[in-house]
């Protein structure tokens, strides 16, 4: 979302974009490791980017993700991306 901050003296504005907030400390996303598509992580490694996880978490990688259990809402997705993608597959794989 955008704002418009009026100038004095003028009909026009300046147009200020707010900054995503990105944690880089300690927060929630430490007492999870979640998903994240591998491309984005070796990305995130090289740039010091943010991710995206498939919660939704955006933040940047800095820790072990083995050492954290699993996100319940990426598992949960993730598990629905797996079952949803052919209805006719089991748990297997197998058709």
Request: proline residues 8%; aromatic residues 6%.
């Amino acid at each position: 979302m955008s704002t418009l901050e009026p100038e004095r003296g003028a009909g026009t504005g300046t147009l200020v974009e707010p900054t995503p907030q990105v944690s880089h400390g300690d927060g929630d996303h430490e007492r999870f490791a979640h998903y994240v598509q591998k491309d984005k992580i070796m990305e995130s490694a090289l740039s010091g980017s943010p991710v995206v996880a498939l919660c939704g978490k955006v933040w940047v990688p800095g820790r072990d993700p083995k050492k954290y259990p699993v996100c319940p809402m990426c598992k949960e997705i993730f598990e629905s991306m797996e079952a949803g993608g052919d209805g006719d597959k089991d748990k297997g794989g197998k058709k």
